[in-house]
C-alpha cells in the first residue's frame, strides 16, 4: 500500500524559514513524480512544486520561485520542500502527492498524504 507521510509544518512568523519533508513506502516512485501542493480555507488546492524522481527535474509555480525549494532524498525515499522568506499567504495546508509522469494539477495525482498545516502570522 502506497502511503506519503508529510512533517515539518507549523506557526512562522513571515520571513522565516520551515522544511517540509514527505516520507514515502509501498512501492518503488523511480518513475514517478513528487509534487507539493496547498489548499488556504475557502480556496482550490493549488500547486506549489514537483520533482521528478529520478532525474530531479523542478518546476515551482510563480507565487513561490526564488523562495522555495524541492528536492528528493533517494536513499531515504524522502521528499523535501525548503520554504524561506515566508509570507502570511503562504498559510495553507500541504500536502505531498505522486503521479506516473509529470503533472501540475491536482487531479492529475493519484497519491496524496494527509497534509500538514503552515500557518505564517505577519
Known amino acids: 500500500q502506497v502511503q506519503l507521510v508529510e512533517s515539518g509544518g507549523g506557526l512562522v512568523q513571515a520571513g522565516g524559514s520551515l522544511r517540509l519533508s514527505c516520507a514515502t513506502s509501498g512501492r518503488t516512485f523511480s518513475s514517478y513524480v513528487m509534487g507539493w501542493f496547498r489548499q488556504a480555507p475557502g480556496k482550490e488546492r493549488e500547486f506549489v512544486a514537483t520533482?521528478?524522481?529520478?532525474?530531479?527535474?523542478?518546476y515551482y509555480a510563480d507565487s513561490v520561485k526564488g523562495r522555495f525549494t524541492i528536492s528528493r532524498d533517494i536513499p531515504k525515499n524522502t521528499v523535501y520542500l525548503q520554504m524561506n522568506s515566508l509570507k502570511p499567504e503562504d498559510t495553507a495546508t500541504y500536502y505531498c502527492?505522486?503521479?506516473?509522469?509529470?503533472?501540475?494539477?491536482?487531479?492529475?495525482?493519484?497519491?496524496w498524504g494527509q497534509g500538514t498545516q503552515v500557518t505564517v502570522s505577519s
Open positions: 502527492a505522486a503521479r506516473y509522469g509529470l503533472g501540475f494539477k491536482a487531479a492529475e495525482y493519484n497519491y
Open positions: 520533482i521528478t524522481w529520478s532525474g530531479g527535474s523542478t
